[in-house]
């Protein structure tokens, strides 16, 4: 995280939005430092844009209080919250040139013509758009465009930048090329960024911490690796990462599958309704001979193998857990003594990668 | 091959019948432009003899000449009235929730749903009372009424095919909400604004029936005062101000398919 004077923090409180009946925020409460960047992840419709919208001003909040920099933001209109927003769809002004569109807040905050100029200039430098200032919005390429949109909302530089699913229009390829370089704009830029996405692998390439969305509420927040290791509920469990679960009973701190009791180095959050065993199919291991003592055993028969190209899906039958899927590489390492379909298989879950997490967070 | 064929076929009676309504449609207008440059002194088709006697009649007399300044005036005023107007309220109903909008549109479409002969009756009682009979002020009112709506369709259905987003980026990039409208959406929906203020235009050019009762005197309408001629001396002067009125629509027709094909030309 690349801390510094100029970015701004930004802390939101018991923020809330109702449509009729349906609570798009409710009662938030947030804290994002300055020069962070911040994903809020989460379903279509889990209130995420909701929230962006609101740090943007473009949706009135019922209630709560919304600070950035220590200075209360709520009833301020969003062209005086000084903000840069990039929008999914560019929203780039399709009858002015690229030029033009750079430099359309530097015009209205009265910089000089030949300042307008070389600052556009600069900002389509850092884009690596250099040169393409006359051309039209409609010569461009989806990938140009979402570069001239970034110029755009930083070229006056803004202490904050919103942006909402910048990337989901791009094809995949585009897009993991484009992840990897917001990253790195982002360390040169002195800003604070709050970012909206569905996508789980982007949330965890981009994000000094990610913010998981869920029903208007913030279901966890951490860093991407505490958040695929140690989930807090089944939902965010679930919705990062690839897994299968099988439901646990917990008395006194210790899960129980089955009959078998789990090891586990993780502690078990508090939550509603009953707990899970979460398994990640690229955690397991496969045992040469019977599971050790310190690991929890899993060893079931082999249903399926699948070839997924990257990897291979194991598909093994456990006799409490139900189906184990079971992640390996396809290089030669992962192939070894792997057994074919019908034959037995020895899985070990370790302690640090036993994850056991209530249905719903409390 | 037979399938080709038959679309052919099918092609070739569109265009037919096609062509037949657009001529049965437009012919009766067309009449009257060799009717006026009769040299008779009443209406006939087709004319024995030419001449420009009837337009000299027109631009001639101060009666003609007035009521068409009266026209023109109003016509301009609704334009200049109803299109902002009409275009803002587009642009409110275009933001609003769909519960709102849905029941606005019901409301903004009604004065062309509502017999205008009923609108010129109400309006004719309301003026009477406020003293607004015989006045350019109620014939620009009234106008404006008629036109407002066309104005808000039109700009309406722009407004549906905008990225609105564009606004809202302007917006945060730091520009007030009117400034963002007036240098982002409007631009951007300005062939259906011209498009309503043509139609404005027309609506208040041609419109009779209301004009019939409110306007009259000093103020009377080109329509006006056409109706009272049809009724009392049946000339071909009539013929020749059908045809420069029909000049007239034409080339605000012509003006906003140019200005708007060089807008898309420009994209």
Known sequence: MSSNAQSLPIDISNLCKAYGSVKALDDVSLNIAAGEFLTLL??????????????????????????????????????KRGLGMVFQSYALFPFMTVAENVAYPLKIRGVSKSDQKTQAERALDTVQLGGYGDRRITQLSGGQRQRVALARAMVFEPQIILMDEPLSALDKKLREHMQIELKALHEKLDATVVYVTHDQREALTMSDRIAVVNHGRIEQIETPERLYRQPHSFFVADFIGESISAPVNVANDRAQLGERVLKSDLPIAQGRGGHRLVIRPELLEVTAGAVPETANDLSGRVKDIIYQGDSVLVIVQHDSAGEINLRVPSNRAGQTGLPSKGEQIGLALHPEDTIIVPEHVA | MEQVGQRKIDGMWLT??????????????LIVIPMSFSGASYLEFPPTSFSF?????????????????????????????????????????????????????????????????????????????????????????????????FVIVTVM??????????????????????????????????FSIQTGAFLAFITSLDEVV??????????????????????????????????????????????????????????
Not at chain 2, 244 to 263: E, F, T, W
């Open chain 1, 42 to 79: 989460g379903p279509s419709g889990s209130g995420k844009t909701t929230l962006l919208m609101a740090l943007a001003g473009f949706v009135r909040p019922d209630g709560g209080s919304l600070k950035f920099g220590g200075r209360e933001m709520i009833a301020t209109p969003p062209h």
């Open chain 2, 157 to 190: 259905s722009g407004l549906q095919n905008y990225d609105f987003d564009q606004e809202l980026a302007a917006r945060s990039l730091g520009a007030s909400r009117a400034y963002a409208l007036w240098t982002v959406t409007v631009p951007q929906v300005k």
């Open chain 2, 210 to 267: 209301i004009s019939m009762l409110v306007s009259g005197g000093e103020k009377a309408t080109i329509t006006r005062r056409m109706f009272n001629s049809l009724r009392d001396q049946l000339d071909p002067t009539i013929a020749a101000i059908s045809t420069c009125l029909i000049i007239v629509s034409i080339s605000a027709l012509i003006g906003v398919q140019l200005i708007g094909r060089s807008k898309t030309a420009d994209k």
């Open chain 2, 16 to 29: 037919v019948v096609g062509t037949a309504v657009l001529f049965f449609l437009i012919l009766p207008t």
């Open chain 2, 53 to 149: 006697r009837w337009y000299t009649a027109y631009f001639t007399s101060a009666e003609w000449m007035s009521a068409t300044k009266t026209s023109l005036i109003a016509a301009v005023l609704t334009t200049a009235i109803a299109t902002p107007l009409g275009t803002l309220c587009a642009y409110g109903l275009h933001c609003s929730t769909p519960r709102i909008r849905s029941t606005a549109q019901i409301l903004v479409i009604m004065p062309i749903v509502v017999p205008v002969i009923l609108i010129a009756v109400g309006v004719f009682s309301l003026y009477a009372k406020l003293g607004l009979n015989y006045t350019l002020t109620g014939i620009v009112i009234a106008h404006t009424a008629l036109a407002l709506p």
